[in-house]
């Protein structure tokens, strides 16, 4: 087998550039710490990718690439894919793609709602709320993948963003930029990076929404330790909020027989989440995966399930 050694550098240098020179410039556009919304925009989508520690960037390989890395849905199957979240309190996020190849690309196409009730709203101190009103924010669009070099793979996805609170409402628009590395001479390795909600909002009321701008670097481990017995990977990844602080996450995943997967995971950086977990049970054209995430400072929680049928 011929080697490409060669072009790894080059190719490593773009990788690394393509998450690392553009945060100066939206670190400068996002102003101080913890100034963005959408909070929606950085729950992680899928249980599989929730119970390795939100660290599975560069190992996801079904729809929810659109929300990881759309450079991930060249390795998708054509399916449909729901995924079921409750998160803080009486916060519940839904999500659903469904990805198909189309005119020599890998598309995927998905829309994503966020709901909070029970909101006391007071126009003067009171016990007793003047009213109760709901928060509703929603996002769909597009992913566009495709090869672009030996080893070398990349998406795009474009989105609409909604957001509505009581009478108040806006709306904006956003682009997420992904690519992935798989080397062939170095089997099982796979290396992901990724911009995500690049864009801008309309004011809701008087204050204009800053999007959570972000990026993410990740590897994927998968290396022939048991052969037939097991499949094992070992996943890291690192998350930076322009406007905020890093996260990083490792997870380690063994598939039983090919069908039965057990997960663990451990987020660093985050002040209310560490240790997760999940189970998986993966058919000839369905996957069901579990995760479990317990949540600090009394916050409860994460519960979420996805399944994928393939099409």
Known sequence: MTRTRIRTPGLLLWLISLVVLPSSRLQAQAGNAGAT?????????????????????????????????????????????????????????????????????????????????????????????????????????????????????????????????????????????????????????????????LGRMEQVRYERVRLPAMARLALAYRPDVFGNRADVAVVAGLRKVFSGGWNTGLGAESVLGGRFALRLGYRMGSEIQGVSAGIGVLGTSYRLDYAYAPLQLDFGNVHQISFSLSL
């Open 37 to 197: 919304g959408l909070a929606f925009l950085k729950i992680g989508i899928g249980g599989q990718s929730v119970a390795l520690g939100e660290a599975a960037a560069a190992l996801v390989q079904d729809a929810s690439a659109v929300y990881w890395n759309p450079a991930g849905l060249n390795f998708a199957n054509n399916q449909v894919y729901f995924a079921h979240t409750e998160w803080l309190q009486d916060i519940r996020n839904e999500f659903l793609a469904v990805k198909f190849s189309a005119a020599g690309w890998q598309v995927g196409l998905f829309g994503q709602l966020q709901s909070i009730d029970g909101i006391e709203q007071r126009d003067r101190p009171s016990e007793i709320p003047t009213s109760i009103i709901q928060a509703r924010d929603v996002a769909f669009g597009v992913s566009l993948a495709r090869k672009l070099a030996a080893d070398f793979w990349g998406g795009v996805t474009l989105k609409y963003i909604g957001e509505r609170i009581w009478t108040y409402a806006a709306n904006g628009m956003a682009a997420d930029l992904g690519v992935l590395w798989k080397p062939t001479w170095m089997p099982g390795i796979s290396l992901a990076a990724s911009l995500h909600n």
